[in-house]
């Protein structure tokens, strides 16, 4: 087994992302996940790979595109503003079928706002990753080790799905240093061909074309209607959720990333307090774990989302539990992190019997229900 070593979330994610068959990464820095690029400039050299800093966020996704487009796996890493720039790009690769690994270091905003940790890209993570009818899977680490450990998933699922995939994370994550144990390097000869590549075809197989223009309504409609028979086994096949403390619970919180840790310290103080609270911890975000909440509902009498948002993901969690109990939000927003005392006191109100949308503008513990 390797041995465990002390590091930081952005350069954690790099490194498994060159064990994980990466070389190539075009980026552009912007705090909090400039570390995601230092770190790729100093490794590439060495392994014989590329690192590129582009001079600007929309040219380091359209080489990305080009990269993906010939074959390669590839990744580019930027914070909030940042990835609205990319957008256009991934819009395309995505109606290109192009898979990429996309970091995106969540800061505050909207706007340049600020460079503290931030939950409040779900929304354009989740909801559509550019114009059109299009999804990236989305992952949501809450640890160092996550960090780590979900590079080389994303990179597997985006060439199986030929789809692009999105680690969502923050500067809490990206930031901060744990020990972790990093994935051993895959033997670069073991990746599948990828059959639809533009490397040249030598006049050994057919003449592949990568292109997400159509100028006839009916064949633009079957292309997007093929991608969503994709859409829907990822929905069926790839949800993940990390569920906690469920055996007894009569009330659960639900948190995701960096807020998930938290709200289980939250959970951990309410449960010494006699308090029979579970945790559901979202993985993936899209595709997001509706069977697994809508079970937890089943269960529980009252849920909490816990975010560092002024609530997107709620949303999500409503739908998934049907209206069948209430769902309950408490969070922070522009860089602020809650506290777990905080979200022990929107937990003993829970349980109370109150349903609440708390944004702590007035007071932080009791807040100003919006």
């Given at each position: 087994?390797?041995?465990?070593?002390?590091?930081?979330?952005?350069e954690?994610?790099?490194?498994?992302a060159?064990?994980?068959?990466?070389?190539?990464?075009?980026?552009?820095?912007?705090?909090?996940q400039?570390?995601?690029?230092?770190?790729?400039?100093?490794?590439?050299?060495?392994?014989?790979?590329?690192y590129?800093?582009?001079?600007?966020?929309?040219?380091?996704?359209?080489?990305?595109?080009?990269?993906?487009?010939?074959?390669?796996?590839?990744?580019?890493?930027?914070?909030?503003?940042?990835?609205?720039?990319?957008?256009?790009?991934?819009?395309?690769?995505?109606?290109?079928?192009l898979?990429a690994?996309?970091?995106?270091?969540?800061?505050?905003?909207?706007?340049?706002?600020?460079?503290?940790?931030?939950?409040?890209?779900?929304?354009?993570?989740?909801?559509?990753m550019?114009?059109?009818?299009?999804?990236?899977?989305?992952?949501?680490?809450?640890?160092?080790?996550?960090?780590?450990?979900?590079?080389?998933?994303?990179?597997?699922?985006?060439?199986?799905?030929?789809?692009?995939?999105?680690?969502?994370?923050?500067?809490?994550?990206?930031?901060?240093?744990?020990?972790?144990?990093?994935?051993?390097?895959?033997?670069?000869e073991?990746?599948?061909?990828?059959?639809?590549?533009?490397?040249?075809?030598?006049?050994q197989?057919?003449?592949?074309?990568?292109?997400?223009?159509?100028?006839?309504?009916?064949?633009?409609?079957?292309?997007?209607?093929?991608?969503?028979?994709?859409?829907?086994?990822?929905?069926?096949?790839?949800?993940?959720?990390?569920?906690?403390?469920?055996?007894?619970?009569?009330?659960?919180?639900?948190?995701?990333?960096?807020?998930?840790?938290?709200?289980?310290?939250?959970?951990?103080?309410?449960?010494?307090?006699?308090v029979?609270v579970?945790?559901?911890?979202?993985?993936?975000?899209?595709?997001?774990?509706?069977?697994i909440?809508?079970?937890?509902?089943?269960?529980?009498?009252?849920?909490?989302?816990?975010?560092?948002?002024?609530?997107?993901?709620?949303e999500?969690?409503?739908?998934?539990?049907?209206?069948?109990?209430?769902?309950?939000?408490?969070?922070?927003?522009?860089?602020?992190v809650?506290?777990?005392?905080?979200?022990?006191?929107?937990?003993?109100?829970?349980?109370?019997?109150?349903?609440?949308?708390?944004?702590?503008?007035?007071?932080r513990?009791t807040g100003?229900?919006?």
């Amino acid at each position: 087994m390797s041995e465990k070593v002390l590091m930081k979330g952005n350069e954690a994610l790099a490194e498994a992302a060159i064990r994980a068959g990466c070389r190539h990464f075009f980026g552009y820095p912007i705090t909090p996940q400039t570390e995601v690029a230092a770190y790729m400039a100093k490794r590439m050299p060495k392994i014989g790979g590329t690192y590129l800093q582009a001079e600007s966020e929309v040219a380091a996704i359209n080489m990305v595109y080009g990269a993906s487009a010939a074959g390669a796996r590839v990744m580019t890493s930027s914070s909030s503003p940042g990835v609205s720039l990319k957008m256009e790009g991934i819009s395309y690769m995505i109606g290109a079928n192009l898979p990429a690994v996309i970091i995106n270091v969540q800061r505050g905003g909207p706007g340049l706002g600020g460079i503290q940790p931030s939950q409040a890209d779900y929304w354009m993570a989740t909801r559509a990753m550019g114009h059109g009818d299009g999804h990236i899977i989305v992952f949501a680490p809450s640890t160092v080790q996550e960090m780590a450990d979900l590079v080389a998933k994303a990179f597997d699922l985006g060439d199986k799905y030929r789809i692009p995939v999105m680690i969502l994370a923050d500067g809490l994550l990206g930031q901060m240093m744990e020990p972790v144990i990093l994935p051993e390097p895959i033997d670069q000869e073991n990746l599948a061909d990828k059959d639809w590549a533009l490397t040249g075809h030598q006049d050994q197989r057919k003449h592949n074309t990568i292109s997400s223009l159509f100028l006839e309504p009916q064949e633009l409609e079957n292309d997007i209607l093929k991608r969503r028979e994709r859409y829907l086994i990822i929905e069926q096949a790839e949800p993940m959720a990390q569920v906690e403390y469920m055996d007894d619970a009569e009330v659960a919180v639900v948190a995701f990333g960096a807020a998930s840790r938290i709200a289980r310290s939250a959970v951990n103080k309410a449960r010494a307090n006699g308090v029979k609270v579970g945790l559901v911890r979202p993985v993936t975000l899209w595709p997001f774990p509706k069977d697994i909440l809508s079970a937890v509902g089943d269960k529980v009498k009252a849920l909490l989302c816990v975010e560092f948002s002024t609530g997107q993901m709620i949303e999500d969690v409503r739908l998934a539990v049907h209206d069948k109990v209430p769902v309950s939000f408490f969070g922070h927003t522009g860089g602020i992190v809650p506290t777990p005392d905080e979200v022990v006191v929107a937990i003993e109100r829970m349980v109370a019997g109150e349903q609440f949308h708390i944004l702590p503008f007035k007071s932080r513990l009791t807040g100003g229900a919006s």
